[in-house]
């Protein structure tokens, strides 16, 4: 089958899987958002505070007047730590791309950022900033935060060698995975396709758990479940290694994540 007819026929089973879901967050008809994923890399000392009151103090104020909920986390098993992340909702891709130039249009958010913006070279504010742009499933078209409260949060990147294998591993979602998760006892916060980024092609999604004990015993049920074991070896899904790697970050909200 070539690349075009391979596509075609993908997509549209994404489609019929999406629409028969059971596990399926509310209805197919809803928009999907879209999502700025940002990394803020720090070295560990002052950064770490200047960065923490920003993203506090500045950006999460000022984005509370255009999108939400805002998340805001702390990077505490993975590498490259001490990092922070940010995830922002928006309805439109160009929001996303002209989100900066808006916000220093922000006469409050100018101020309250200027400690940030305006931090020597000899001692930056940070290290990078990296961002990636993501679209929400279809079967999953919007972030659902988790209870407030205690919680700790998984952040996992699945790659694929071939395009082709990452739309199969989209439809996999949406063909029964979803189900598993919920039957599992899964928090699920979001799942995206990354448009714009790093390691392409690739789907991240966010999970919520109590604590990490909640995290491994309810990953055991996922692991264990039969549904889980008969999708996995589906032919449509189990003819080759359709993930090529995955990245599993967990992190803990900032004080002021409204995730």
């Not at 986390?73 to 160009?94: K, M, N, Q, S």
């Not at 996995?232 to 992190?251: C, G, K, M, Q, Y």
């Amino acid at each position: 089958m070539d690349r075009r007819k391979f596509l075609a026929s993908s997509l549209a089973s994404s489609a019929l899987a999406v629409s028969s879901a059971s596990g399926q967050q509310g209805s197919v008809t809803r928009p999907r958002e879209f999502y700025h994923l940002r990394r803020y890399t720090l070295q560990t000392g002052p950064q770490v505070a200047m960065t923490e009151k920003y993203i506090s103090d500045a950006l999460i104020p000022a984005l509370a007047k255009r999108t939400g909920p805002v998340g805001a986390f702390r990077l505490d098993i993975g590498p490259e730590t001490p990092t922070f992340y940010v995830l922002i909702p928006t309805h439109e891709p160009a929001i996303a791309g002209a989100l900066e130039l808006e916000l220093n249009l922000d006469t409050d958010y100018v101020k309250a950022a200027e400690p940030f913006w305006s931090a020597p070279a000899s001692s930056p504010a940070f290290l990078r900033m990296d961002s990636s742009l993501l679209v929400a499933f279809e079967g999953w078209p919007r972030i659902t935060p988790p209870a407030k409260g205690k919680r700790i949060f998984q952040l996992r990147t699945y790659e694929s060698p071939s395009y082709r294998d990452h739309i199969v591993k989209v439809q996999m979602f949406h063909s029964g995975e979803f189900e598993i998760f919920k039957n599992a006892g899964f928090q699920m916060v979001f799942f995206g396709d990354t448009l714009i980024g790093q390691r392409m092609p690739s789907l991240t999604y966010m999970l919520s758990f109590a604590d990490s004990a909640d995290m491994d015993a309810k990953w055991n049920v996922f692991r264990n479940d039969p549904a889980w074991k008969k999708l996995s070896a589906d032919p449509r899904f189990a003819f080759e290694a359709i993930v090529s790697n995955i990245t599993n970050l967990v992190l803990s909200p900032l004080a002021a994540s409204q995730i």
